[in-house]
């Protein structure tokens, strides 16, 4: 089982840094940029994910999916949203099979 309470502390910290001095937070730095800063964030850290799962050096790969991860949180942040958001869907879809959950979304 995963413990999601780490995700949960996590998005309620970044929700909390969002208004900080970005001088001072690197969240609210991302804010403070705005949403593009936020997507190139993401789009950076799923890039390196991607790298380092072709290398195969499993430390690594957890180290840029953490990182992916973090910069999904302040996207979901930015949106107002949180981690048990995504969880819920993930609930939602537990048992269900791949194909079939994207037929119910017409994919």
Avoid at 4 to 28: C, F, H, M, N
Avoid at 72 to 85: E, F, Q, V
Wanted: proline share 2%.
């Amino acid at each position: 089982m995963i413990d999601a309470t780490v995700l949960r502390r996590l998005g309620e910290v970044i929700t909390a840094r969002k208004q900080a001095d970005p001088a001072s937070s690197y969240v609210a730095s991302l804010f403070a940029k705005g949403e593009d800063a936020v997507l190139k964030k993401v789009a950076e850290e799923a890039a390196e994910t991607l790298l380092a799962s072709k290398e195969g050096d499993k430390l690594h790969i957890v180290r840029e999916t953490a990182d992916l991860w973090f910069h999904s949180l302040i996207l979901l942040a930015w949106h107002g949203l949180g981690p048990d958001d995504v969880l819920a869907e993930l609930r939602r879809r537990e048992g269900i099979s791949g194909i079939d959950e994207k037929k119910s979304r017409g994919e």
